[in-house]
């Protein structure tokens, strides 16, 4: 199981944060200052997540399961790697899931995070789901990831490196904390900031 992850890095420091991890990928004090295991396998989390504050039902949209295609999320961290000169290439949608109790799920399956800095690639390789709890506030969504159920293998051109501050760095760069959202027919509409950028992300319904 991850310990609660804290979303503490800013798009800004992404390129800082490979490079620095380029440079000393092995040195212990490198990338963020956070602590996480560096795999689980879905039979290891058995706990689920826990809110700090007591979740609250959540009625109507934006509650349901909702599609993130592989289109809608590379054209979101183009804009992301835009601002810091990072070259960012995904691999696979994905499945945001927002319970009706306040529970989040961003379920992936055989999901690629590929980051170039300077010729040097660093690749994310996850499959599972990354859990915990979303609210909302009028239009504004906010989002919580307190664990991760799933595996993922990092890469630095290549080579297995620890996982964990790669695997934190993508979690804190998801597109779904404080964004403003609106629901279209079957289409969830998200309206987020990326350093002062504006960038719309168009989430579609799951057909059951």
């Avoid at 991850?2 to 503490?8: A, S």
């Avoid at 000393?24 to 879905?42: I, R």
């Avoid at 799920?105 to 915990?132: E, H, K, M, P, Y």
């Amino acid at each position: 199981m991850f310990p609660r992850l804290v979303r503490t890095l800013v798009v800004g420091s992404l390129l800082g944060w490979l490079t620095g991890s380029i440079a000393g990928c092995s040195d212990s004090g490198s990338g963020p200052d956070v602590a996480v295991t560096p795999v689980v396998s879905p039979a290891d989390t058995t706990t689920p997540p826990t809110a700090a504050a007591p979740l609250r039902p959540v009625a109507g949209c934006p509650s349901g399961t909702w599609l993130a295609s592989q289109e809608e999320l590379q054209n979101y961290f183009n804009t992301v790697g835009s601002m810091s000169a990072v070259s960012i290439i995904v691999t696979g949608g994905a499945e945001l899931r927002l319970g009706t109790d306040g529970r989040m799920s961003f379920v992936v399956g055989d999901f690629r995070f590929a980051q170039d800095a300077g010729g040097t690639r660093i690749d994310l390789l996850l499959d599972g789901s990354i859990d915990g709890t979303y609210a909302v506030d009028g239009s504004v969504l906010t989002t919580e990831a307190l664990l991760a159920d799933a595996t993922a293998i990092a890469s630095i051109d290549g080579t297995e490196m620890e996982v964990g501050p790669v695997l934190q760095s993508f979690i804190d760069q998801l597109p779904f904390d404080q964004a403003r959202y609106r629901c279209a027919g079957d289409e969830l509409v998200l309206d987020v900031t990326v350093s002062g950028t504006p960038h719309v992300i168009t989430l579609a319904a799951a057909r059951s």
